[in-house]
């Protein structure tokens, strides 16, 4: 069954820390693995991308890792801002020669405090 | 260069009524996927539709139908509303399967 588990649940920092966000997947056939910050009743919006090939990429103070053998992904911020504050969504992309399946995490929910 | 435009944002339904949410999608691009969102939950896809088809679909009833127009956009028809479809509804429009790009969301509360 294609899964993707994000931790921690939620997470609470001071303004100006960094702090690192995991996803686990088990996604059989991967695309793609993608970072979105939703902000309370909005839509996602995308961060990074990575196919199997990278194994990292930066979005200013966002820095996605992908280890596509251990089918693992973190994003870390950086110096974080009080605008950072979101629920951060990790999507996998499955896809056959004719169809692509966005699996979704259920996201950590990112508090910043001043 | 508009990104993807749902409409309305907020929307309040009695149970048992029908509604009728609307997608344009980002220039460039043909293909629209919606996705329902639950408080506190990641999105569940409902279905995608490219060349005004209906290509893939969720675990979600026939209540739940949609339509693609030949200028790419889309609509979302929900019919007899059920208290439990409240949720964040949004859009995602690509070409193809590539750049996916999400709308702000149109929010249903159904009382």
């Known amino acids: 069954k294609n899964q993707v588990e994000q931790s921690p649940q939620s997470l609470i920092i001071l303004e100006g820390k960094n702090c690192t966000l995991q996803?686990?997947?088990?996604?059989?056939?991967?695309?793609?693995l993608r970072w979105y910050k939703q902000d309370t009743g909005r839509g996602p919006v995308s961060l990074t991308i990575m196919t199997f090939s990278e194994n990292t990429k930066s979005n200013g103070r966002y820095t996605a890792t992908l280890d596509a053998d251990t089918k693992q992904s973190s994003l870390h911020i950086t110096a974080s801002q009080l605008s950072d504050s979101a629920s951060y969504i990790c999507?996998?992309?499955?896809?056959?020669?004719?169809?692509?399946?966005?699996?979704f995490g259920t996201g950590t929910r990112l508090q910043v405090f001043p | 260069d508009a990104g993807v435009t749902q409409s309305p944002t907020h929307l309040i339904k009695t149970r048992g009524q029908q509604v009728t949410l609307r997608c344009s999608p980002k220039?460039?691009?043909?293909?629209v996927s919606w996705y329902q969102q639950a408080l506190g939950q990641g999105p569940q896809f409902i279905f995608q539709y490219y060349e005004e088809e209906e290509r893939q679909r969720g675990n979600f009833p026939d209540r739940f139908s949609g339509h693609q127009f030949p200028n790419y956009s889309s609509e979302l028809n929900v019919n007899a509303l059920l208290l439990g479809d409240s949720a964040l509804y949004l859009c995602?429009?690509?070409?193809?399967?590539?750049?996916?790009?999400f709308g702000s969301g149109t929010r249903l509360t159904v009382v």
């Open positions: 995602a429009s690509s070409l193809r399967n590539y750049g996916y790009t």
């Open positions: 996803c686990n997947y088990t996604v059989s056939p991967f695309s793609n």
């Open positions: 220039s460039g691009h043909d293909t």
């Open positions: 999507v996998v992309s499955a896809s056959t020669y004719n169809t692509d399946k966005l699996i």
